[in-house]
């Protein structure tokens, strides 16, 4: 199954595209991206060219996936969510030297109008809040939110809030799955149930 392209879509000469990833409405793939397997790419989406997404990484309306921006597999990006690749821009000074590395790995959930500021990592599984500014790296399992985001708790792979301590240790199961959460030295380990 090949990829699902709509007319009003640019996909340039180059880029890389996996069978079954569908492309929106007006949607811009610059030629250096390369796209996984499975993939969603919603209305008005741009993709730049030192971009690397994962499979089955759904980005919804509106978003700007810019260079040095890596999603891992099974990354949701709500609509409108922004990223950023130059750390402090201005018109008059040319800073492409400059662009920051920015990691989402494997599960994350990026909230509609959040905001990612560049050079930082996004752990797996992690949920960034609706409109939150994230600015500093962000630990696999933690629920983040506000301006600038802060930790508030930690969340299952499933996405279910789970109840255990911000700091230190404890235990606990998720609620949809019954799968064991251990919080270790304020790291959280998932094992199965």
Known sequence: MSAQIHPTAIVDDGAEIGE??????????SSGARIGKGCSLGQNVFVGNKV??????KIQNNVSVYDNVLLEDDVFCGPSMVFTNVYNPRSAVNRQDEYRDTRVQRGATIGAN????????????????????????VKPFALMAGVPARQIGWISEHGE?????LRGNGEARCPATGDIYRLVNDQVEQSAK
Do not use: K, M, Y
């Open 52 to 57: 690397v997404i994962g499979n089955n990484v």
């Open 161 to 165: 809030r789970l109840d255990l301590p």
């Open 114 to 137: 959040s905001t990612i500021v560049c050079g930082t990592i996004i752990g797996a599984h992690a949920f960034i809040a609706a409109g939150a500014v994230v600015n500093r790296d």
């Open 20 to 29: 079954g990833t569908r492309v929106w409405h007006w949607v811009h793939v």
